[in-house]
């Protein structure tokens, strides 16, 4: 699938609910009406069943439908986190990851993520107080397992 095509399939699963790519998991970061950012959470008991509606989709287009499960049982599984690239510089991301962590300390759960191999997001997390050594390979990338117990303070 093409990029485009990507979109699509995310943009008409942020529209319903029920499954992890769901405008009811999602915080947006706006500023004057305008998208600068957003996160993707769940719970990780829900994992599977918030993958049902991608199986059913891969079966009927032919396809496998195995899916590595990202996210385990007692976390609330940081998905995805992604600021505009001309919003990048100004803590941003930050301010998501302490929005996530009040979500997560409300709910008794630590926050866990994957960040791939090499990227500088890596960075940002270890400074706000992720930790973890664990590896976990998903769709033949390398991830370091991340996770956290603590509120990080944005822009720290």
Do not use: K
């Not at 915080?27 to 990780?44: F, N």
């Not at 009040?102 to 090499?118: F, H, I, K, N, S």
């Amino acid at each position: 699938m093409d990029d485009a095509g990507a979109a699509r399939v995310i943009e008409e699963a942020f529209a319903r609910p029920g499954h992890r790519l769901s405008f009811e998991f999602t915080l947006l970061l706006e500023e004057d009406g305008v998208p600068l950012g957003l996160a993707v959470l769940y719970p990780g008991e829900r994992a599977e069943l918030l993958d049902r509606p991608f199986h059913d989709r891969l079966r009927a287009l032919g396809r496998p439908d195995h899916i590595v499960a990202e996210a385990r049982p007692g976390e609330l599984y940081l998905d995805t986190l992604a600021v505009a690239g001309a919003a990048r510089g100004r803590g941003l991301g930050a301010t998501l990851l302490a929005a996530c962590a009040a979500r997560a300390q409300a709910a008794g759960l630590p926050l866990a993520l994957l960040v791939e191999d090499g990227n500088p997001a890596g960075r940002l997390y270890r400074r706000l107080g992720f930790a973890g050594e664990e590896e976990v390979t998903v769709a033949g990338h390398r991830y370091l397992r991340l996770a956290w117990a603590a509120a990080p303070a944005a822009g720290r």
